[in-house]
């Protein structure tokens, strides 16, 4: 899942909730599979300066129209992908490279050696996340997704490949409850608009 936050609910209530499956018989059918190009693209743990430009972008995304909103979105997810280290930055590239692939035991490697040498940055857990979805290994999926989502609420792109998570495995009020999330940052978030638009002409949900 580059998966897929929230307005001004900056804790992760998500958290506190059970999200442990159980995965009988068959893999349950993935309903996004967009959803593993999202969960590429963000990551956190930014010097103070650079964070201070983030969040002014990301208050600026709330109000932007969409032209602007897609080069807002940009500049962020660039800002989130940082890690501060050539040498680091190098094992998210080869990790990414290896889910283009489809190669996901390869990304996980590079992607828990990234962890490993620095947890703290969220971009390594979510962008693992996204390897353990592909090989539907959802507990290890949902459980990067959250310490990703600790470490940065305001990744919006996690925060929907949650959501799809949700939704796959029938949660459909938790699935509504972090597509809008998603919306709440990111309003043009053409993604959760449509998993929104799917649960309202399933009955499910509010008025969008």
Not at 117 to 143: C, N, Q, V
């Amino acid at each position: 899942m580059p998966f897929l936050l929230a307005g001004p609910v900056r804790c992760l209530e998500f958290a506190a909730w059970p999200v442990t499956f159980t995965v009988m018989g068959t893999h349950t059918r993935k309903l996004y599979p967009v959803v593993t190009a999202l969960l590429l693209t963000v990551g956190n743990s930014l010097p103070a300066f650079a964070q201070s430009t983030v969040d002014g972008m990301l208050q600026a995304l709330r109000d932007a129209e969409p032209a602007e909103a897609t080069r807002l979105t940009r500049e962020i997810e660039r800002e989130w992908s940082q890690s501060g280290s050539t040498s680091l930055d190098m094992l998210l590239r080869r990790g990414r490279e290896a889910l283009e692939e489809e190669q996901p035991d390869v990304a996980i490697e590079h992607f828990t050696a990234l962890i490993d040498h620095a947890p703290d940055f969220a971009e390594g857990w979510h962008a693992r996340a996204t390897a353990f979805y592909m090989k539907d290994l959802y507990g290890p999926a949902i459980s990067d997704l959250e310490k990703a989502l600790t470490l940065n609420p305001d990744n919006y792109n996690a925060m929907f490949g949650l959501g799809i998570m949700f939704q796959e495995f029938g949660d459909t009020v938790r699935a509504e409850q972090a597509f809008r999330q998603v919306l709440d940052l990111h309003p043009n978030h053409e993604n959760a608009t449509k998993a929104l638009e799917q649960l309202k002409a399933q009955g499910i949900g509010r008025e969008l």
